[in-house]
């Protein structure tokens, strides 16, 4: 696949904007599986950690979602979700084993 399938980029990568407000701590669902979101307190966004579609994180101030997974990229592009795709090793930094 070398079709580009990142959305846009106008929401701001975990981490870079932690200091411009009110994140939301309300429990989420996850898009993929609907578990509970775990929330990453330093980079105000909700992680989940279910090995069957990889590491999500969610960052509510965007409503923007971070992947490393291609597929759920074409899922979420699908389904006119935000998205970004991130590499594997920025998830690990926020805490998240992909
Ligand atoms: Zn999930």
């Given amino acids: 696949m070398s079709k580009k399938v990142d959305a846009d980029s106008s929401c701001a ?8 407000g009110r ?3 309300t429990e989420r669902a996850c898009a993929l599986c609907g578990r509970k979101m775990y929330f990453a307190e330093d980079f ?3 992680v989940c ?3 069957d579609h990889g590491a ?6 965007d409503d923007c979602y971070f992947t490393s997974q291609k597929a759920v990229a074409v899922r979420f592009a699908k389904e006119g979700k ?10 690990r930094m926020i805490g998240v084993e992909s």
């Fill in 82 to 91: 935000k998205f970004h795709i991130i590499e594997p090793e920025i998830l």
């Fill in 49 to 51: 950690l279910n090995k």
């Fill in 13 to 20: 990568p975990p981490g870079s904007a932690r200091d411009t």
């Fill in 23 to 25: 994140a939301d701590h």
């Fill in 56 to 61: 999500l994180a969610y960052y509510s101030m």
């Fill in 44 to 46: 105000r966004v909700h």
